[in-house]
């Protein structure tokens, strides 16, 4: 599958579509979980001075072009991407082919009822396609029993895939993708995948910005300028951070660039 790097991590140059048949037959397979991670400038600017989010991203099964700045350095690279994938795209492109083959889907995260609300969203726009549950964790750490009784739950529903939207970053990484590769081995769903403010958009809870910013990557610029308490440092600091790092790779002092060259050492 072609890749490119981006900060010492491989993003796929991947489709839509590709990423919809790899689900498919992942599916059909059922023989473990296979893990989807977004990755944008935001993530990836965290991963030079996060090893253990850059292991999460190294061993999910498709890392995907989430975020202009992303998107853009893969055309530059020589790919040919139609468009960055982020969460609500992947979705609708899903749930079109869910609502043929009746693919169970399990929505985890978010506030009170948003995960309901998406799911019975979903059923009318793609009828069809099978809600199999949905489940709002409290804002704080789960106990150990607590944690036991989700997995459980998602077990016992049966889905298709697993849409997990945690929103924010820990200290090991986005949360949602590190809760999906810390239960990876006690899950029993063959797809599951972060899919950021997703849930919060298509529920009507939050406006999706209108087509043009999207169009031209403005997203972060009007989130930061409208959600000031919430997004202004997010995207002033890492987006500075992401831009910085990028420099030192291309000057060949930076430390993904010294991180690839140690690589390059080991293998031979």
Sequence with gaps: MPSFNVLGLQVDAVSLEDVVGHMERWIAARDRVHQLAMVNAHTAADSVRNPSWSEVIAKADLRLPDGSPIWAIGRLKGHYMRQRIEGIELMDAFFRVAAQKHYRSFFYGAGPGIGERVGEYMTRKYPGTVFAGAYSPPYRELTD????????????????????????????????????????????????????????TLSGNKARLPMWVRRYGMEWLVRMIKERRTHFRRYLVYNTLFLYYLAQDALGIGPTFRKQQALAKEKH
């Design 145 to 200: 029993e607590e944690d036991r009784m989700v997995v459980d739950m998602i077990n016992r529903a049966r889905p298709d895939v697993l849409w997990v939207s945690l929103g924010g970053s820990g200290p090991r990484g986005p949360k949602e993708h590190i809760w999906i590769y810390d239960h990876r081995d006690r899950l029993n769903v063959p797809v599951a995948s972060g899919v950021g403010q997703a849930f919060d």
